[in-house]
């Protein structure tokens, strides 16, 4: 496995536990972490061995403080359209693993977009989420102002953009931001858990799960359930669906061949 400047990688049984390391600027994303990030999902697509991957910050201050502001301050106009951190984050989204985000201490800005962009998000009751663009006369630009208003509603995603407001992890669990939450000393036992009992899930059935909650939020109840017909078509003709299956009825774990 590949080493990096401002990453840490580690694998464990499945799990890929994947670390930004730039303690020194609170994990903050500049150009050559989101090229590292870029690099690493484009590699764990081609690993079999990996199931789960999941994302934290180095220390406990920090899970990702947001971009790199000095190197936001030297942008230019059309920069922006470029796909950048939110092309990035589409791929974290679309990923074939399940993503989780192990969030302590700040996610702000294009962290905060980073944990939106997973799959599962976990938060201490001292994590820190918000969404501060405002205040440099810009926008979330990597997904924020779309998955945040997906996840929590339109109404709490206006309040936290135009005010500005951070959550601690309490919040963010009740309004569902984060999906569970965890003390300090318990979250990567936590995020361990999680992965482990997503493992033992069929690993087409997690892809076509993830296609089709996806593919089909932002169309029509039709066109939806379409998609999902699809998807379970597709599940029907594998190896997984026979496996699964034929496990239930013999009253064991299934053993997946892809897993």
């Known amino acids: 496995m590949k080493t990096y400047q401002n990453l840490l990688l580690n694998k464990d049984d499945g799990i890929l536990w994947l670390t930004i390391n730039r303690l020194e600027y609170r994990n903050a994303l500049n150009k050559e972490t989101l090229s590292e990030l870029q690099d690493v999902f484009n590699y764990v697509e081609q690993d079999d061995s990996i199931k789960v991957i999941i994302l934290q910050g180095a220390g406990e ?26 092309g990035l984050y589409k791929k974290i989204e679309q990923c074939g693993k399940v993503t989780i985000a192990a969030v302590k201490g700040y996610a702000l800005g294009g962290g905060c977009e980073l944990a939106l ?29 779309q998955r945040l208003a997906r996840i929590v509603g339109k109404g709490r995603a206006l309040d936290m953009v135009l005010t500005g407001k951070i959550i601690d992890g309490i919040e963010a669990e ?64 594998t190896e997984d669906k026979s496996e699964g299956t034929l496990a239930f009825l013999e009253k064991r774990p299934a053993q997946f061949g892809s897993n």
Do not use: W
């Open 174 to 237: 009740r309004i569902g931001l984060a999906s569970y939450l965890s003390d300090m000393e318990e979250l990567e036992a936590k995020a361990r858990n999680i992965a482990r009992e997503v493992m033992k899930k069929g690993p087409i059935a997690i892809k076509l799960a993830k296609l089709a909650i996806h593919k089909g939020f932002d169309v029509d109840l039709e066109t939806g359930m379409l998609i999902e017909k699809l998807c379970q078509t597709i599940s029907f003709g």
């Open 61 to 86: 201050k920090s899970f990702a403080a947001g971009a790199d502001i000095q190197q936001l301050h030297e942008r230019k106009m059309l920069e922006a359209l470029i796909p950048g951190m939110q």
């Open 117 to 145: 962009s997973c799959d599962i998000r976990i938060a201490t009751p001292k994590a820190k989420f918000g969404l501060p663009e405002l205040n440099l006369g810009i926008i979330p630009g990597a997904g924020g102002t």
